[in-house]
């Protein structure tokens, strides 16, 4: 799967529920970040745990500002996201 994101580009990780197993912490969903840093391709671990491993994905680290997630600024949080959990704003 190719890369659909670079370092600085904004996007919004995915709102709706997965179902089952899930790396998509759920106080990220619907909120907008920035791509930091692009790491290698990785299995999904949705699909690994159901047992359809798929194919490798783009993994990228996304920093999310405190403001947009909780209301309170000033701090911010990274997390590695698979590409399969983000869409462009």
């Known amino acids: 799967m190719p890369e659909i994101c ?6 919004r990780a995915q709102a709706r529920d997965r179902g089952g197993h899930t790396r998509l912490p759920r106080y990220v969903r619907g909120h907008e ?9 990785s299995l999904l671990p949705d ?3 159901a047992g359809d491993a798929g194919d490798r994905e783009p993994v990228y680290a996304v920093r999310f ?8 600024p ?4 990274t997390i590695e ?4 959990y ?4």
């Open 81 to 84: 996201l698979w590409q399969s």
């Open 47 to 49: 699909r690994v745990v």
């Open 6 to 11: 670079r370092i600085g580009d904004r996007v």
């Open 33 to 41: 970040g920035t791509i930091v840093a692009v790491h290698c391709s």
């Open 65 to 72: 500002d405190s403001a947009e997630l909780w209301g309170v």
């Open 86 to 89: 983000l869409e462009l704003p």
């Open 74 to 77: 000033g701090h911010t949080v």
